[in-house]
């Protein structure tokens, strides 16, 4: 072979290998805008969610308790101290829920899914409606229809979502709802929530019932929830009881000598029940 045709071959080459395209850069995972996540620790995906003007910080003995997990601590905008962004306006908690998936999504986990009180009906929204996304779900005190857990009625509970939505939408308003926040927050975290974004949360949280779409959940669910006294314990395991009576693979926990944050009033409770079922059992 002659040089020439050599060179005319590498030259050819050289061109075709030109025109074959690069691979497309990755596309990079979603970042949520109503939230943000800290990771922690090494192992199993475990999501935890607060509940409304919690933060993150009600899970620090969670996450010290029971290691051998990594750990996704939701912290949702407007919440405890974080800038509302994408709730600063609208529904927040259909969204968030939405948010939450493509989270779970974009980052090919299937992740156990743990929330308390509202972070419970996210937990549940996710698990129904994107079932191949939950590997299990754990629900800490909270009702598939929210506005049983303050034992009213669904119009009662609109009712008064209604007033506290149209109060936030004034500064005195929103004044007097954050004195009423700091005074159920979470050690003092609660006084620090966004008025405005708490009385749509709570405005639909009032409307909203789940119970049809409990059959929905395919994966492992378990709930735990509170019962203060002897006196109400066996009205507390009815309602717990035929709440999710429609739930497949339901398993109830009932926590004695406790109120709605059971984190703090029986953590050594609560982390077991967590442990065991992470574990599986």
Same mark, same amino acid.
């Given at each position: 072979?002659?040089?020439?045709?050599?060179?005319?071959?590498?030259? &050819?080459?050289?061109?075709? /290998?030109?025109?074959?395209?690069?691979?497309?850069?990755?596309?990079?995972?979603?970042? #949520?805008?109503?939230?943000?996540?800290?990771?922690?620790?090494?192992?199993?995906?475990?999501?935890? /969610?607060?509940?409304?003007?919690?933060?993150?910080? !009600?899970? %620090?003995?969670?996450?010290?308790?029971?290691? @051998?997990?990594?750990?996704?601590?939701?912290?949702?905008?407007?919440?405890? +101290?974080? #800038?509302?962004?994408?709730?600063?306006?609208?529904?927040?908690?259909?969204?968030?829920?939405?948010?939450?998936?493509?989270?779970?999504?974009?980052?090919?986990?299937?992740?156990?899914?743990?929330?308390?009180?509202?972070?419970?009906?996210?937990?549940?929204?996710?698990? %129904?409606?994107?079932? &191949?996304?939950?590997?299990?779900?754990?629900?800490?005190?909270?009702?598939?229809?929210?506005?049983?857990?303050?034992?009213?009625?669904?119009?009662?509970?609109? &009712?008064?979502?209604?007033?506290?939505?149209?109060?936030?939408?004034? #500064?005195?308003?929103?004044?007097?709802?954050?004195?009423?926040?700091?005074?159920? +927050?979470?050690?003092?975290?609660?006084?620090? $929530?966004?008025?405005?974004?708490?009385?749509?949360?709570?405005?639909?949280?009032? $409307?909203?019932?789940?119970?049809?779409?409990?059959?929905?959940?395919?994966?492992?669910?378990? /709930?735990?929830?509170?019962?203060?006294?002897?006196?109400?314990?066996?009205?507390?395991?009815?309602?717990?009881?035929?709440?999710?009576?429609?739930?497949?693979? &339901?398993?109830?926990?009932?926590?004695?000598?406790? @109120?709605?944050? !059971?984190?703090?009033?029986? #953590?050594?409770?609560?982390?077991?029940? /967590?442990?065991?079922?992470?574990?599986?059992?």
């Amino acid at each position: 072979m002659l040089r020439r045709d050599v060179l005319a071959g590498l030259a &050819a080459a050289a061109a075709l /290998i030109g025109c074959v395209p690069s691979a497309a850069p990755a596309e990079p995972p979603f970042e #949520p805008t109503r939230f943000t996540v800290e990771v922690r620790g090494t192992g199993p995906d475990v999501i935890l /969610i607060p509940g409304l003007t919690a933060g993150p910080e !009600i899970w %620090a003995g969670t996450v010290t308790s029971v290691p @051998g997990y990594r750990y996704h601590l939701v912290h949702v905008g407007g919440m405890a +101290g974080a #800038p509302a962004r994408g709730n600063a306006s609208g529904p927040v908690v259909a969204p968030l829920a939405d948010e939450l998936a493509r989270y779970v999504a974009s980052r090919n986990l299937r992740p156990a899914l743990i929330g308390h009180s509202m972070g419970g009906t996210l937990a549940m929204m996710v698990a %129904a409606r994107r079932p &191949a996304l939950a590997g299990r779900v754990m629900v800490i005190d909270m009702l598939p229809r929210p506005s049983g857990l303050v034992g009213s009625s669904p119009a009662r509970a609109r &009712a008064f979502a209604d007033q506290m939505r149209d109060v936030a939408a004034t #500064p005195g308003g929103r004044r007097l709802l954050e004195s009423l926040i700091g005074s159920f +927050g979470t050690n003092g975290s609660g006084g620090t $929530s966004d008025a405005n974004v708490v009385a749509r949360a709570m405005h639909e949280l009032a $409307s909203l019932d789940l119970t049809p779409d409990l059959p929905r959940i395919a994966t492992p669910l378990t /709930i735990v929830y509170a019962s203060p006294s002897e006196r109400s314990r066996a009205r507390d395991e009815a309602a717990y009881t035929a709440a999710y009576a429609s739930a497949r693979n &339901a398993e109830l926990v009932r926590i004695d000598g406790s @109120g709605h944050m !059971i984190m703090y009033d029986q #953590p050594a409770r609560l982390h077991a029940a /967590i442990r065991s079922f992470l574990a599986g059992r």
